[in-house]
């Protein structure tokens, strides 16, 4: 089985079991959102600041790996036309349960983000891309293909991994593990991964995710830290997220 068919599978069971990133907004958040009370994340604690964004009402955006209900909503509350692309089914069975319930149009596609984007050039003025690009294997397609389809001018919001998470332990008290931590070339590093049902994840360097984006043409205008949440690197508030905005010129 390709690692991003189980992926989709193993997020589907996570979904099942209430995973956090999973769960819809509710009706009173997107009433709140519609009035101009809204937050988003692209990392885990850290709301994505409100002047990354600038106007959103006309504007379409890209919900990149962005399935569960969470964002899409937000944006479609404050007059954003969006397009959710995801490989999870359950995460897309949860942005087309809400837009329903909430009746707004939203375009709604299952596809592996790790291949060509199924959009044409300069379709989209926003790309929102949260914590995802862990779970595929290699980073600098993806960000080639956000530039493609973002319009002059466009902006890519990403969430992004530090790496630091995959050379501890569970406990996250010792460095156990080399990097790259690729499961696919390291039987090792997969049998640790099945263990704790977390799918297939890929550490990667900052050069991959920051240099990354600048070869593709993006210019970085700013970005910030983050911690898990919880665990001891959270409660020794050791930063293990990036978030970026980069502008297409």
């Known amino acids: 089985m390709d690692y991003q068919d189980i992926n989709a599978e193993t997020i589907d069971r996570w979904v099942g079991e209430g995973w956090e990133w999973g769960k819809p907004i509710d009706h009173d958040t997107y009433e709140k959102a519609k ?10 604690t850290k709301p994505a600041p409100h002047g990354w964004f600038g106007a959103l009402n006309g504007k379409r955006i890209l919900g990149l790996a962005s399935g569960g209900g969470q964002q899409m909503p ?33 375009e709604i596609m299952r596809a592996d983000m ?16 949260p914590v995802s690009n862990c779970y595929i ?26 790496y630091i998470n995959y050379i501890v332990d569970a406990e996250e008290k010792m ?15 997969r049998r640790l991964l099945e263990e704790e049902d977390a799918g297939m994840q890929f550490s990667h360097t900052l050069e991959e995710q920051i240099t990354g984006q600048l ?8 970005l910030y830290e983050d911690t898990n949440g919880e665990g001891r690197l959270h409660e020794l508030n050791i930063p293990t997220f990036l978030a970026m905005r ?3 010129p």
């Open 137 to 162: 294997r290699e980073v600098k397609p993806v960000w080639k293909e956000c530039f493609r389809v973002l319009k002059p001018g466009g902006i890519l919001l990403s969430g992004t991994d530090h």
């Open 246 to 248: 980069s502008v297409k």
């Open 74 to 106: 937000v944006f479609s509350a404050l007059g954003a036309k969006c397009t959710v692309l995801d490989y999870s089914p359950k995460q897309l069975e949860s942005e087309r349960h809400t837009a329903e319930r909430e009746g707004y149009e939203i």
């Open 175 to 189: 460095i156990v593990n080399r990097l790259p931590f690729d499961p696919v070339a390291n039987p090792e590093q």
């Open 35 to 44: 009035h101009g009370q809204w937050d988003v994340f692209l990392t885990p």
């Open 114 to 129: 790790s291949k060509p984007l199924p959009f044409a050039d300069e379709s989209f003025d926003l790309i929102f891309h």
């Open 215 to 222: 070869e593709a043409g993006f210019i970085l205008t700013d």
